[in-house]
């Protein structure tokens, strides 16, 4: 089972920007959709971004759309997120997820990095 480890998070300023990372565990990456998802404090976990697979344009969530970008590189195990224009609504842990191509509940989860925003 592939097992996914996020970093990059930290403190920064509104305006500035971070990348996170995630790596995957195992060298079937390649047969994982990823997303990331994020969860304020004393709020439910929220979509951000997800890749679609084939090439396909990947999905954002209307909040992050122009200021976070998903991308991957399969030789390194890795996902990220590149996140622009930082604002202290951005502030959350954020976790990266993978599901199998073809199916339609992300089944595995990392435990997250700390994401915050000053204001």
């Known amino acids: 089972q592939v097992q996914l480890v996020e970093s990059g998070g930290g403190l920064v300023q509104t305006g500035g920007s971070l990348r996170l990372s995630c790596a995957a565990s195992r060298r079937t990456f390649s047969n994982y959709v990823m997303g990331w998802f994020r969860q304020a404090p004393g709020k439910e976990r929220e979509f951000v971004a997800t890749e679609r697979w084939g090439g396909a344009i990947p999905t954002y969530a209307d909040s992050v759309k122009g200021r976070f970008i998903i991308s991957r590189d399969n030789a390194k195990n890795t996902v990220y997120l590149q996140m622009n224009s930082l604002k202290p609504e951005d502030t959350a842990i954020y976790y990266c997820?993978?599901?199998?191509?073809?199916?339609?509940?992300?089944?595995?989860w990392g435990q997250g990095t700390q994401v915050t925003v000053s204001s």
């Open positions: 997820a993978a599901k199998v191509v073809g199916g339609t509940q992300y089944g595995l």
